[in-house]
């Protein structure tokens, strides 16, 4: 069984910064491929941030590009988000997703439903 825990959210000024982690355990050894953020605001759809795969091949939202940055600590099994610049409109729950190698298409990466691994969130407030 595969868990993912999230920490770093808070409240912070426009403008300011946080960095997400997310750290997951797992009785067994698993490789996973698309490592992702995803954020839900209160009423909206849940979107996606940023992701990474295994090689490191990145995607961003368009509305986050050049503020946050995805990375991703195999040996540790964690996966981090920077985010920088922050706006009002970044208020949500960040959650961290998971998939299996070659579990992803790259052009999919970005969509909830191509991931089954899920962490519970941690919210994200800015004002």
């Known amino acids: 069984q595969v868990q993912l825990v999230e920490s770093g959210g808070g409240s912070v000024q426009a403008g300011g910064s946080l960095r997400l982690s997310c750290t997951m355990s797992s009785l067994n050894r698993v490789k996973f491929g698309y490592m992702s953020w995803f954020r839900q605001a209160p009423g909206k759809e849940r979107e996606g941030v940023a992701a990474?795969?295994?090689?490191?091949?990145?995607a961003h939202a368009e509305s986050v590009k050049g503020r946050f940055a995805i990375s991703r600590d195999n040996p540790r099994n964690t996966l981090y988000l920077q985010m920088n610049n922050l706006k009002p409109e970044d208020t949500a729950m960040y959650y961290c997703a998971a998939a299996p190698v070659s579990g992803v298409f790259p052009g999919n990466a970005l969509i909830p439903d191509e991931y089954r691994i899920w962490g519970q969130g941690t919210q994200v407030t800015v004002s």
């Open positions: 990474i795969d295994g090689d490191g091949k990145i």
